[in-house]
C-alpha cells in the first residue's frame, strides 16, 4: 500500500462519496475506485459498503481508519522535517495539538505553510503529554483548550477563539427545524459526545442532571469522520465545539444548531513556554488570531 492509497482511503471515508472524495483529490472517479479497489485486494478484505446512498465504513474499515490518520500523519510530520533540515523550507514551528479533534480547528492548507515558516504538526493526546513536550523542546506551542488549573510558572496560556457548544445533527432530525436548541431537547436524543474536554463535558452533564435526566450516550468517539458518518446516519446527535467541526463539514445532511446553556463555553488558546521568544511563533498566533476575529 501506498500513502497515496491511504489518502484515497481517508478521503472516501470522510465524504462517504466517490464524486465527492475525488473532486476533493482531483483525480477521476474511476481513478478513485481503482486506487480503492487495489487497497481491498491488498488487505484481501473489503473496506467499504457501497450502495446507492453512498460508501460506508465496514467494521474492519472503521478498525483501521484511525490507524490510517496517525500513519499519513507521521508521514507527512517526518517529511517536512527532512524538508527543513534540508533547508528547503525556511524557519519549522512545531505545533502540538491536545488532542485529535484539535487539528481540525485549523484548514490544512493554513498549517502547512505560512510565508517563509514550515508549520510540522502532531497530536499529543492529553494535556499532560503536550506540556511534558513543551518542556522538553519537543514542540514549540500547543493548541488546547482553556486550562481550568493555575499554570505552572513557567508555561503561559494565549487565548484564541471562544463560542458555545453547537448540536451537530441530521437534516431531517426533528430539532433540525429549530434555530437553536436547549437542554430539555436533548432529554431523549442518543448523544456523540467527544471526550476532548473533562471540564466542558463534566459541567454539560451537571446541568442535565439539574434539568432532571441523563444523557443518553451512544458513543465518545474523538474521530471526526466517525462522528460526521453516525450524524449522516441519523444515529445520535453530536456535542461538539463550532469552531472544531464546521470546517469540515462537506455534507449537505448535515447541520449545526447552537445550544442555548448559559455557563458553557468552548474556548481554544495556545500553550507556550514564558521564555519562548520567536518571530516565527509571533507571526503564527497573530495569523491564527485573525481567522477567529
Not at 140 to 149: A, F
Not at 197 to 203: G, L, M, P, T, Y
Amino acid at each position: 500500500m501506498t500513502p497515496i492509497q491511504l489518502q484515497h482511503f481517508l478521503s472516501l471515508a470522510q465524504t462517504t462519496s466517490m464524486n465527492r472524495a475525488a473532486a476533493t483529490l482531483f483525480i477521476t472517479q474511476q481513478a478513485l475506485s481503482k486506487s480503492i479497489s487495489n487497497l481491498e485486494d491488498e488487505l484481501g478484505t473489503a473496506l467499504f459498503d457501497r450502495s446507492p446512498k453512498g460508501c460506508y465504513l465496514t467494521p474492519v474499515g472503521r478498525k483501521i481508519y484511525p490507524i490510517v490518520q496517525i500513519m499519513l500523519k507521521d508521514f507527512d510530520d517526518r517529511t517536512n522535517m527532512i524538508l527543513s533540515i534540508a533547508g528547503n523550507r525556511g524557519t519549522a514551528l512545531r505545533l502540538g495539538f491536545e488532542h485529535i479533534l484539535m487539528q481540525y480547528v485549523l484548514p490544512v492548507d493554513f498549517t502547512s505553510r505560512i510565508g517563509n515558516t514550515q508549520i510540522i504538526t502532531w497530536v499529543a493526546d492529553s494535556y499532560s503529554a503536550l506540556e511534558d513536550a513543551l518542556r522538553k523542546d519537543l514542540c514549540d506551542v500547543g493548541m488546547i483548550h482553556r486550562p481550568e488549573k493555575r499554570l505552572p510558572k513557567d508555561l503561559s496560556y494565549i487565548p484564541v477563539a471562544a463560542d458555545k457548544p453547537m448540536i451537530l445533527m441530521n437534516r431531517s432530525f426533528y430539532l433540525a427545524k429549530k434555530k437553536e436548541v436547549t437542554l430539555e431537547d436533548l432529554r431523549f436524543v442518543p448523544m456523540i459526545i467527544p471526550s476532548v474536554n473533562a471540564n466542558i463535558i463534566d459541567q454539560f452533564f451537571r446541568k442535565c442532571v439539574v434539568n432532571g435526566f441523563y444523557p443518553k450516550v451512544v458513543s465518545d468517539t474523538n474521530e471526526l469522520g466517525i462522528i460526521l458518518r453516525m450524524v449522516e446516519e441519523n444515529a445520535g446527535a453530536a456535542f461538539v465545539a463550532g469552531y472544531a467541526v464546521e470546517p469540515s463539514i462537506k455534507n449537505d445532511s448535515v447541520v449545526m444548531r447552537r445550544l442555548n446553556c448559559d455557563g458553557l463555553v468552548f474556548e481554544v488558546g495556545f500553550l507556550k513556554k514564558k521564555q519562548t521568544e520567536s518571530k516565527a511563533l509571533d507571526s503564527f498566533i497573530s495569523a491564527v488570531k485573525s481567522l477567529f476575529n
